[in-house]
């Protein structure tokens, strides 16, 4: 996902204004003043200085104008270059952003192990959305190996926090597994089993008895 300079913005101001003892410098503020009216060139003319001199949050919002092309020419390599400045001061958006990157090849080769590295950090932050998209890179196996237990654990984060679409998966989780765990209950059960009928009774009673589980009882189970 690849977050606008508005939403971008009012991460920074979020982050600025959730950090104790953080001095918003003047230029910072003509920037952000010029980003908010859309004079990107201003917020360019005085962030990038700031930027060169290390400051976080001016590094992310200029990766984020160069990644879209606000006040210059879209340049996805320079846009990586001021999210890894940032994200490696542990800026969340900019460890979210540069995972996006490597996850879709933009600026970077693509590779979804580096890009599951920038997620992670992102990730055990509190971003929802990051956490969801970590629970599908484990479910999918995309720059990990497929563990579901691991999926469920990033997913039940962001479903904490009320993130629909991670509400949606672990739903979707219970279900593969109950239906997964019905061969293992029918094996279990095989004594039960004389003919097609009985079988529809085993499978019925074996459906019904995973649907009352918890998920954390059917991953186990699942193993």
């Known amino acids: ?29 003509k920037g952000l003043a010029a980003a908010h009216s859309g004079d990107f060139a201003t917020a360019l003319r005085e962030w990038t200085p700031l930027a060169k001199q290390g400051n976080a949050d001016a590094q992310y919002n200029l990766g984020v104008m160069y990644e879209n092309g606000q006040g210059i020419p879209k340049n996805y390599k320079t846009a990586v270059k001021w999210y890894r400045l940032a994200a490696e001061q542990g800026d969340a958006g900019a460890q ?3 995972g996006n990157a490597y996850r879709h090849g933009l600026g970077v080769p693509q590779n979804d192990k580096t890009a599951v590295k920038w997620y992670r950090l992102a990730a055990e932050q509190g971003n929802a959305t990051v956490q969801y998209i970590l629970g599908q890179m484990y479910r999918q196996g995309k720059g990990v190996p497929q563990d579901y237990k691991t999926a469920v654990k990033w997913y039940r984060l962001a479903a904490e926090q009320g993130f629909a679409g991670a509400q ?32 529809k009774i085993v499978e019925k009673y074996c459906r019904t008895k995973l649907e009352k589980k918890s998920l954390d009882w059917l991953l186990q189970y699942a193993d």
């Open 1 to 29: 996902m690849i977050k606008n300079l508005t939403a971008t913005i009012c991460l920074a101001v979020a982050l600025l204004l959730g950090s104790a003892g953080v001095s918003w410098s003047q230029d910072f503020q």
């Open 96 to 98: 979210f952003n540069l």
């Open 168 to 199: 949606k998966k672990l739903k979707e989780i219970k279900t593969h597994l109950v239906s997964k765990g019905i061969d293992k209950c029918l094996y279990e059960e095989v004594v039960k089993i004389t003919g097609p009928e009985s079988k």
